[in-house]
């Protein structure tokens, strides 16, 4: 099985900064697709950004704000996150699938992490 820990959630302005990590079990996982969901209360779980090799795509309300990456060294994914706000405002999970190609449908992922609380202030 694939372990995933999350972590790097905070309370920040709008406008601000942040980081994500997901650290990763397993050697297999960087041939694995990852991906990043968020949840804000009341709400359903919606897609953010996914990664496959040189493959990534991201919802059109992160795109050009967000960046997702990975360092396969450090079996670690991460999401940049930048000029955030109010509405970036959710719990951030991280996901991965042993698929060969991006999903994002959260059905098709098999490990997910604990999530990490992400707060803009307004």
């Known amino acids: 099985q694939v372990q995933l820990v999350e972590s790097g959630g905070g309370l920040v302005q709008v406008g601000g900064s942040l980081t994500l990590s997901c650290a990763a079990s397993?050697?297999?996982?960087?041939?694995?697709?990852a991906a990043w969901f968020r949840q804000a209360p009341g709400k359903e779980r919606e897609f953010v950004a996914a990664?496959?090799?040189?493959?990534?795509i991201y919802a059109d309300s992160v795109k050009g704000r967000f960046t997702i990456s990975r360092d396969n060294a450090k079996n670690t994914v991460y999401l940049h996150m930048n000029s955030l706000k109010p509405e970036d405002t959710a719990v951030y999970y991280c996901?991965?699938?042993?698929?060969?190609?991006?999903?994002?449908?959260?059905?098709?992922?098999?490990?997910w992490g604990q999530g990490t609380q992400v707060t803009v202030s307004s």
């Open positions: 990664i496959y090799w040189s493959d990534s």
């Open positions: 397993g050697r297999t996982f960087r041939s694995y697709v």
């Open positions: 996901a991965t699938t042993p698929l060969r190609s991006i999903r994002t449908n959260p059905n098709e992922y098999n490990y």
